[in-house]
C-alpha cells in the first residue's frame, strides 16, 4: 500500500512562460491554456502511479489561489486538496502517513538566472535562507516534508533552472525538464508529448525503485535561523509587525527555532501578511 502526495504549482509547466498564464485577470484564456497544460502534466503522474500500485494519492493545488484545478479534471480515485488560505499553503495535507512527495510545476528561487516566472513563495520576497543557504520553494517544501513527517521527494519537475537548483539539494533525485529558460518570461519549450513520455517513465522508475526512497530524506539539525530578504523595506515593515520576528536591517527579518514546523508557518504568515497590505501595491 502506496500512499503518494502530490503538490502541484503552475509556472514551471511546459508553455507557460508568461504572468498573463498564472491568473485569471487580465487574460482568462491564456489562464485557462495553462491550467489545461498543468491538468495534463499531474494525469500523466497519477496514471503511471495508479497503473504501479499506488493506493492513494492526494493532490494539493498549491498555486496562487489555489482553485486552479477542477474536480472533474482530477481522475475520480484521487483526492483534491483546493484553495485557501490553508495551513502550510503549498505543503497543505501533507503528514507523516504519506510515503513519498511528487512536485509538479514548480519553479526556480527569485532571482534564478534564466529561471523562468521565477520568485520565492511572494512577489515581495528577494530571498528566503536556512542557517545561512538560500533555498527556493521546492527546497523549503523538501525541507519540511523530511524534517517534519520524513516523507521523501522523489520527483520534481520544472524548467531548467528549477532542475538544477533541485539537484544542489538532492543530486540523485528523478526529475523532469519541461522547459530551458532563456529570460523570465521566455523559454524553448520541449514537446509536451516528450515530457508527458518523461513524467509516465520517471513516475514507473521511482515507483519500481521504493526501497531507495529513504535516500531521499533530507537530514538538518536544528536550532534553525530562518532569514527573510524583502525588495523593499516596506514590505519588511509590514512583516515585522509579526511577534517573534526581529529586524536585521532595512529589508531583512530573522526568526530563530528550535521546531522546522514553527520556521516553515513562521515562514508562511510572514508573506501571507503581505496580501493584505494593499498600501504596498
Not at 214 to 240: C, K, R
Not at 241 to 270: A, W
Amino acid at each position: 500500500m502506496t500512499k503518494l502526495y502530490i503538490s502541484a504549482d503552475l509556472e514551471g509547466v511546459c508553455g507557460v512562460v508568461s504572468p498573463h498564464h498564472c491568473s485569471a485577470e487580465p487574460d482568462r484564456a491564456a489562464y485557462e491554456w495553462a491550467v489545461s497544460q498543468l491538468e495534463m502534466e499531474v494525469g500523466a503522474v497519477v496514471e503511471a502511479a495508479l497503473d504501479h500500485g499506488v493506493s492513494e494519492i492526494l493532490v494539493n493545488d498549491s498555486h496562487c489561489t489555489m482553485t486552479n484545478l477542477y474536480l472533474e479534471q482530477v481522475d475520480p480515485r484521487v483526492s483534491l486538496l483546493t484553495g485557501k488560505p490553508k495551513r502550510c499553503a503549498m505543503s497543505a495535507g501533507l503528514d507523516q502517513t504519506f510515503d513519498a512527495a511528487i512536485y509538479v510545476g514548480y519553479h526556480a528561487k527569485a532571482g534564478a538566472h534564466k529561471g523562468v516566472l521565477s520568485h520565492t513563495f511572494h512577489g515581495k520576497l528577494f530571498d528566503v535562507s536556512v542557517n545561512g543557504v538560500s533555498y527556493g520553494e521546492g527546497g523549503i517544501n523538501a525541507l519540511y516534508a523530511s524534517l517534519v513527517f520524513g516523507v521523501p521527494l522523489v520527483l520534481a519537475s520544472g524548467d531548467r533552472a528549477f532542475v538544477e537548483e533541485i539537484h544542489q539539494l538532492l543530486p540523485g533525485l528523478e526529475t523532469v525538464e519541461t522547459k530551458e529558460g532563456i529570460t523570465q518570461t521566455s523559454a524553448k519549450c520541449h514537446p509536451l508529448e516528450k515530457v508527458l513520455e518523461d513524467y509516465a517513465a520517471k513516475t514507473r522508475k521511482v515507483l519500481e525503485n521504493r526501497a531507495n526512497w529513504s535516500e531521499h530524506v533530507l537530514a538538518l539539525p536544528g536550532p534553525y535561523e530562518l532569514q527573510m530578504t524583502f525588495i523593499n523595506p516596506l514590505a519588511a515593515d509590514a512583516a515585522n509587525t509579526i511577534p517573534g520576528l526581529e529586524r536585521k536591517d532595512g529589508r531583512t527579518l530573522v526568526f530563530n527555532t528550535d521546531n522546522f514546523q514553527t520556521l516553515y508557518q513562521m515562514l508562511q504568515s510572514s508573506y501571507s501578511i503581505l496580501a493584505f497590505t494593499s498600501y504596498l501595491e
